[in-house]
C-alpha cells in the first residue's frame, strides 16, 4: 500500500504562486508514475498533469499548460506542482495520485491510472 499526503496549499491572491508537495511512503516511489488532479465544490475531479517514474515526461491539462509545472525528486520520495500566475478559478481541493501506467493518464484513463491517492490540500485563490 502506497501512501500520500499532500501538503502546501493556502490562501493566495490572483496572480500569486503556491508551491504543493505530495510526499509518498515506500520503497519503489521512482517505479510510479504521479499525477495531481483538483476537484472544485460541485464539480468533477479534473485532470492537471502527470509525470513519468524517471520524471522525464511530462503531461499537462490545458487549463494549467503554461503556469503549473509538475516535477519529483525521488532520492525524497516526493512530487512537487509549482502553481504560477494563480486564478480564481483554480480553487479547489488538489490531491496526488500514483499509478503504475503513465500512459493512461495522458489517454485520460484515470480509473486506469490513479492506483493511489492523497487525502487533498486546499487551494484558494482570491480575486
Known amino acids: 500500500q502506497v501512501q500520500l499526503v499532500e501538503s502546501g496549499g493556502g490562501l493566495v491572491q490572483a496572480g500569486g504562486s503556491l508551491r504543493l508537495s505530495c510526499a509518498a511512503s515506500?520503497?519503489?516511489?521512482?517505479?510510479?508514475?504521479m499525477a495531481w488532479f483538483r476537484q472544485a465544490p460541485g464539480k468533477e475531479r479534473e485532470f492537471q498533469t502527470a509525470?513519468?517514474?524517471?520524471?522525464?515526461?511530462?503531461y499537462y491539462a490545458d487549463s494549467v499548460k503554461g503556469r503549473f509545472t509538475i516535477s519529483r525528486d525521488n532520492a525524497k520520495n516526493t512530487v512537487y506542482l509549482q502553481m504560477n500566475s494563480l486564478k480564481p478559478e483554480d480553487t479547489a481541493v488538489y490531491y496526488c495520485?500514483?499509478?503504475?501506467?503513465?500512459?493512461?493518464?495522458?489517454?485520460?484513463?484515470?480509473?486506469?491510472?490513479?492506483?493511489?491517492w492523497g487525502q487533498g490540500t486546499q487551494v484558494t485563490v482570491s480575486s
Open positions: 495520485a500514483a499509478g503504475e501506467d503513465y500512459g493512461a493518464f495522458v489517454r485520460g484513463d484515470y480509473d486506469k491510472g490513479a492506483d493511489y
Open positions: 515506500g520503497r519503489t516511489f521512482s517505479t510510479y508514475a
Open positions: 509525470i513519468t517514474g524517471s520524471g522525464l515526461r511530462t
